[in-house]
């Protein structure tokens, strides 16, 4: 702690705890003052742009708790603490209710974890065929040309016009995607997609 800082804490002792911590807040990790000078009234001066201001520094250089929580310099600080936050002031005036983005978090995890289920049971049913490379008419054909050619067709599917969004295959159609998209992450292990 420096000197300047135990100035500022010894003059601040005996203040009431909220005028304290303002007045901490703003001096403590000052830096202009200089041996000789009055820590208050060097950085309170310095900081006060107006007669309330001032008043205020000068009140609590001398030490009058009561009157520097009395001054329209303190009575705006409180004032601003208590504000309404942004949301609210969004708020009240537009007359709307915001959703916070946090609130999908837990909608987004159990997504995930009814897609993770829904995979694995799909890669235990099937043995670890969608990494493997396969035989079309006598050519081989990578694993991962193999997932990028079952993407294709899962998004071809979901683009005809005989489905809804409200229809089950729908909904089947997009979790097979995702885990196809899944497996392509795991194939293709950040290396450029491989198709022209």
Known sequence: MTEYQKAVYEHMATAPQELAEYVLGRLVSSDVWTEGQDPIL???FYWAT???GFLFWRSV????WEYAMATDFWKKHTAQSEAPSIEEQ???ALNVD????????DKIAQVYDSLKDKQLKKNA???DSAFQDIMVGGHKVSAVDACVARMSDKLKRLNSTGLSVSDESFQ???DDLVGYIVIFKILNNGNKLPIG
Do not use: C, H, M, P
């Not at 250089?61 to 009058?64: C, L, M, V």
């Not at 915001?98 to 978090?105: G, H, I, L």
């Open 125 to 127: 049913d099937y043995g």
């Open 172 to 174: 089947d159609t997009l």
């Open 90 to 92: 969004f708020k009240q």
């Open 98 to 105: 915001f959703v916070r983005v946090d609130s999908y978090s």
């Open 50 to 52: 107006s007669i309330e």
């Open 61 to 64: 250089n001398a030490k009058d």
């Open 42 to 44: 060097a950085y309170g």
